[in-house]
């Protein structure tokens, strides 16, 4: 994980579907690595690989023991701003300054992200939405920002 520009961290993101749509589109976006826990996620089974639809090929996803330790382990030796994206308001994803290198934080079905995680994160990003549901799906979110991150850093 040294030299990249862009991790995605998955905190307790359980479906399958989920995870094999968002290893997708990091790869897509040009992330580096996909990091998900080992306990209380989804693991890389052949639905994830389906729906990663060959990412898995091309993309590290690293699992860890302790998702908070591998936080604090890349904050600790490099420059990375860590972001979140959750229904809880700070900042829109928008009108953040992606850094490079970054981090991003995605969390789970139902309880998104974890405190302890929480607390790890530099900002606490959001997607305006204008219907009466104030969440989104977490590929359909990670795909929304990985990409603005994508478009600011080429443009």
Not at 94 to 114: C, F, M, N, R, T
Request: with cysteine; hydrophobic share 45%.
């Amino acid at each position: 994980m040294v030299g990249a520009r862009l991790l995605v961290f998955l905190d307790g993101v359980e479906d399958p579907h989920n995870l094999g749509a968002v290893i997708r589109t990091a790869h897509a976006a040009g992330a580096d690595a996909v990091v998900i826990p080992e306990r209380r996620a989804a693991g890389l089974t052949d639905v994830v690989a389906k729906a990663a639809a060959g990412a898995l090929e091309h993309l590290p996803v690293v699992r860890v023991g302790n998702l908070n330790r591998a936080l604090d382990e890349i904050k600790d030796r490099s420059t990375f701003r860590f972001t979140e994206v959750m229904k809880r308001v700070r900042f829109d994803y928008d009108q953040v300054s992606y850094g490079s290198p970054a981090a991003l934080v995605l969390g789970g079905e139902g309880k998104g992200i974890h405190e302890m995680v929480r607390k790890r994160c530099d900002a606490v990003l959001r997607i305006p939405v204008a219907g009466k549901i104030s969440s989104l799906n977490v590929s359909v979110a990670a795909g929304i920002v990985l990409f603005d991150w994508k478009r600011r850093l080429s443009g």
